[in-house]
């Protein structure tokens, strides 16, 4: 098993695209550690998913206290984290007239603050070879933000460029590298309109959306052996969806 003896985090791990991260990590042998802030049930239904290899950990990982709680418990229980998954994130449709500020710094403290939170405290844990995967999306890119999620898009431009810039500060004993997703069969998702739907299939090249075991697999194979030298990359996984028309 290619991560058999390894302790991995997984933020927001009982939903969506951390849920099947956490599985990918267990059925390859890792000690999977699931966050989460709210829904308990989800996370204990991927525990027993992964027929119970690691736990689950309540926290907000916006909030500098409950990550420094968070962090204090699997130190003294695991001594060390190999891989970090900052997948926890949100996303609420608001036009820029609409948007407050309060909405704005929520947002950005969700899947922005997360992030950096989140690998400080890692950072000091890992050894040499340990991994860190920033989940992104492709609305961070320069090209590709979209109205009505200023504060989304936003939020994930700053991890793809947190994550290149930690690459360099953390290397060469750590990899950090981000995944993009395009539009994802998630929650978030599901609650789209078809004609929204339909308007995001027509722009992406194979002509689907993305289920979210394709993105946990990019991100199973960037904290592999196999991507040994990868570090600082952004990986889209979007169907296409980034090259545009």
């Not at 990982?61 to 990550?67: F, I, M, T």
């Not at 130190?75 to 900052?86: P, T």
């Amino acid at each position: 098993m290619k991560f058999e003896d390894k302790i991995v985090l997984v933020t927001g791990g009982g939903r969506g695209i951390g849920a099947e991260t956490a599985k990918n990590f267990a059925r390859e042998g890792a000690t999977v550690i699931i966050n989460y802030v709210s829904d308990e049930d989800s996370a204990k239904k991927v525990l027993d998913d992964i027929d119970g290899k690691g736990e689950i950990v309540k926290a907000d990982v916006s909030d500098e206290a409950q990550v420094d709680e968070m962090f204090e418990k699997i130190e003294k229980s695991y001594s060390k984290i190999d891989i970090l998954v900052n997948s926890a994130g949100i996303v609420s449709p608001k036009s820029f007239a609409e948007l407050s500020v309060g909405d704005w710094r929520k947002t950005h403290a969700v899947n922005l603050d997360s992030v950096f939170l989140c690998c400080k405290k890692a950072v000091p844990l890992m050894n040499s070879g340990g991994s860190i995967v920033n989940v992104a999306s492709i609305r961070g890119l320069f090209d590709q933000g979209r109205p009505g999620v200023i504060d989304y898009s936003s939020s994930k431009a700053a991890v793809i460029s947190f994550t290149k810039t930690l690459a360099k500060e953390v290397a060469p004993d750590i990899r950090v590298n981000s995944v993009s997703p395009g539009v994802t069969n998630t929650d978030i998702a599901k609650g789209f309109s078809k004609e929204l739907l339909e308007k995001f299939v027509d722009d992406i090249y194979l002509r689907r959306i993305i289920e979210p075991q394709e993105v946990a697999d990019a991100i199973l194979f960037l904290s592999s052996k196999e991507a040994s030298a990868i570090t600082g990359v952004n990986l889209m996984v979007d169907g296409g969806q980034s090259l545009g028309k």
